[in-house]
């Protein structure tokens, strides 16, 4: 009978397969792992556009190698933060160096960060402001503290002709101080509000 086993030969029946022995077995799945290795593979560097990035160990941690982008833009920042803080401290240098002249009918009026043997003044460091101005042959100094002024229009006030930019020097006409001329405003066009400066006789205007 067709596909009956025969004994005395011992030849599997017809139709049925031998089975694989454990080596071919073995065989198989290790192509099956590498196939499935070569399919992630292709997909990490789909992902790194083009761009391998080699996993590996050393001392026990996993290593990654930088990206050349990543590494260009993290270079850029660095040059970046250089150049900022180089322009910030050479301009506050300059700053603290220079003397302005205000614009007017004369130079009398002069302003700056820094007066040479006066520490009541080179203590003080205002961004937007001087830390003193000159007027009338006196020294004021900056002290922090706000009369409310919008302009010319606002009573008990003179504005002077001297500016330097939107700063202005404007006198006070309203209080004992201000009429003495011991005190004066400083104002930036637009505020709602000026800057009193005190005068100080133990510095000296600058020659």
């Known amino acids: 009978m067709t596909g009956s086993p025969d004994p005395a030969s011992g030849v599997p029946p017809t139709g049925e397969h031998p089975r694989p022995s454990i080596a071919e077995r073995a065989a198989r799945r290790e192509e099956m792992q590498a196939h499935g290795r070569d399919r992630y593979s292709s997909l990490l560097r789909s992902l790194q556009a083009g761009h391998e990035l080699p996993l590996y160990r050393r001392g026990g941690r996993i290593s990654i190698d930088w990206n050349p982008i990543l590494w260009t833009l993290l270079k850029v920042a660095v040059v970046v933060v250089a150049v900022y803080f180089t322009v910030r401290v050479g301009t506050q240098w300059w700053r ?17 960060v820094r007066l040479a043997d006066c520490p009541v003044i080179d203590s003080i460091r205002v961004d937007d ?3 003193w101005v000159t007027y009338g042959g006196s ?30 020097l404007v006198t006070i006409e309203n209080t004992p101080d201000g009429v003495a001329r011991d005190t004066i405003l400083i104002w930036l066009e637009g505020a709602l509000a000026g800057i009193e400066y005190a005068r100080t006789p133990d510095c000296t205007a600058p020659q």
Do not use: C
């Not at 603290?96 to 700056?112: F, I, K, L, R």
């Open 139 to 168: 020294v004021y100094r900056y002290t922090g503290w706000k009369r409310p002024f919008i302009g010319p229009q606002t009573t008990g006030y003179t504005l002077t002709p001297y500016t330097n930019g939107t700063m202005h």
């Open 129 to 131: 402001f001087p830390s």
């Open 96 to 112: 603290e160096n220079n003397v302005v002249t205000w614009d007017g009918p004369d130079a009398s009026v002069q302003s700056g």
